[in-house]
């Protein structure tokens, strides 16, 4: 079919929630893709953080290949022996001490908000429910993570929204402890705001969280949805900011593009979760926990966090020498979550770079995105910072 056909197709059977788009991708390998037009392109965008090692890795695609010879979901009924080795494998390469499996970011963050009430009511303090989250966050779709994303866009037409949040502006801490009230139960934050527009917190705002935490007795969700797997630098963004949170959640590029989320945490906290309080009918079914541990194991063998902070900085280096030339502000982010921030609308810029051959996103207005896969060398880099000179040239 060509892009114009499956377009049509689209527009007639499909609910319109992502709105009108003109491209089709059939095809991908390492960070190309090919649209249904047979056209080209340099994928900086990962399928939204989620292609971590680009498309079609070969260590995945057997991995997949060959879990789907052998069994592709039972049931968590049973035990399930790749859920067991990727629970494995979590926390041994974090802080945490146990995990529960579902299927999105939006899953994560439920299970995480069940999980902080419920360990709260069972520590004693039965009357606080309320999470504090923060300005321009991101966390799901769902009725509760919609409530915890304190955007009101995302609220409209859907009121009333779930009882218990209450927001403050990210990196602001006085703010933050002003909220916190009897009633608090836990602070749920992402290290890096991606979604609201690259926004990174401030030296010691982290670590402010952890000690409001820990002086308050609230748990401390980090959702690293977008920022783990290697993507900061290391494996999970938190190791980047040495301020170990009690909960994290995770998804995206955990399993190189088949739906898994995951939530971690410390035994205490974990353990409000007994049988029958949270469950998931895929959560960590052997397709996808075969491929999430494949992905990890790749992410620590090829070095890929160290990667990313190479390229990263490469990148980041690249696009600030546009700076004297066009309208941009500054470049934001850390390892391979970028920001090019302009003082202009990024809107055009980014439909240009797409035209030109290269895969991006404008967030909030402003700002053009970047989350390429980690393995992306030197070259691919030189090659997206020209397409985005070249795109530039020619809108402004
Ligand atoms: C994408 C994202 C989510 C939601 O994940 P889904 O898999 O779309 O439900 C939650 N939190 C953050 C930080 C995200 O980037």
């Known amino acids: 079919m060509t892009t114009a056909e499956i377009k049509a197709m689209a527009t007639e059977y499909i609910i319109n929630t992502y709105g009108d788009r003109n491209l089709a991708f059939v095809k991908g390998e390492g960070p190309y893709l090919w649209d249904a037009d047979g056209k080209k392109y340099l994928d900086f965008l990962g399928g939204l953080a989620v292609n971590g090692l680009g498309h079609c890795h070969p260590k995945v695609v057997a991995a997949i290949r060959e879990q789907a010879g052998k069994l592709l979901h039972t049931s968590n009924l049973y035990y ?33 908000i069940k999980l902080a009430r419920k360990y709260t009511k069972d520590s004693g303090r039965t009357d606080a429910y309320e999470i504090i989250t923060m300005e321009n966050s991101f966390h799901g779709r769902t009725m509760a993570t919609i409530t915890a994303t304190a955007q009101t866009k995302y609220h409209v037409g859907f009121e009333p929204m779930l009882e218990g949040f209450k927001y403050v502006p990210f990196d602001e801490l006085e703010a933050t402890e002003a909220a916190i009230s009897a009633k608090t139960c836990a602070i749920l934050v992402e290290p890096i705001q991606s979604e609201g527009g690259v ?28 920022t783990a797997m290697g993507r900061l630098g290391t494996f999970f963004g938190y190791q980047s900011y040495g301020v170990v949170p009690d909960v994290i959640t995770m998804a995206k590029a955990l399993g190189s593009g088949v739906p898994i989320g995951a939530m971690l945490a410390k035994r205490e906290i974990a353990e409000s979760f007994v049988p029958g309080t949270h469950a998931a009918t895929f959560g960590g079914n052997p397709l996808v926990t075969a491929a999430a541990s494949t992905t990890i194991q790749t992410i620590l063998e090829e070095n890929l966090a160290v990667n990313a902070v190479k390229m990263g900085n490469y990148l980041a280096g690249g696009l600030m020498e ?9 470049v934001r982010g850390k390892g391979l979550l970028r920001g090019l921030v302009m003082e202009v609308d990024a809107k055009p810029i980014a439909a240009k770079c797409i035209e030109n051959g290269l895969v991006t996103i404008c967030t909030n207005d402003y700002v053009l995105r970047f989350l390429p896969p980690l393995n992306i060398n030197a070259g691919h880099v030189e090659e997206a910072v020209d397409i985005v000179e070249k795109s530039m040239a020619e809108v402004l």
Do not use: T, W
């Open 80 to 112: 399930i022996q790749p859920q067991a080795e990727l629970a494995k494998l979590l926390v041994d390469n974090s802080d945490m001490d146990l995990c529960f499996f579902c299927n999105s970011g939006a899953e994560a963050n439920e299970a995480a």
């Open 322 to 330: 546009l700076k004297g030339k066009y309208p941009i502000k500054e």
């Open 199 to 226: 926004n990174i917190p401030s030296d010691g705002y982290l670590q402010g969280l952890r000690e409001l935490c820990d002086k308050h007795e609230l748990v401390l969700i980090f959702d690293e949805v977008q």
